[in-house]
């Protein structure tokens, strides 16, 4: 199981508790928690960095500006 099976699964699903991921993917729910817990944390450092760049673009043209 990949982050990209976690994904097509859940979009086809719409939501699925561990112990269905687990079953569905022939997997253990401690190892579904791990790659849940390794998803949440992708999309927390990729919403910072976008939020980042977005911070330095406002700073970038705000002293552009002066």
């Known amino acids: 199981m990949t982050?990209?099976?976690l994904r097509a699964y859940l979009s086809r699903c719409g939501r699925a508790s561990v112990a269905e991921i687990a079953t569905h993917f022939d997997?253990?729910?401690a190892v579904v928690l791990d790659l849940v817990g390794?998803?949440?944390t992708h999309h927390r450092a990729a919403a910072?960095?976008?939020w980042l760049q977005i911070m330095r673009k406002g700073l970038w043209l705000r002293?552009?500006?002066c």
């Open 38 to 40: 390794r998803w949440e």
């Open 27 to 29: 997997s253990s729910p």
């Open 48 to 50: 910072r960095e976008k």
């Open 63 to 65: 002293q552009r500006a």
């Open 3 to 5: 982050l990209l099976e």
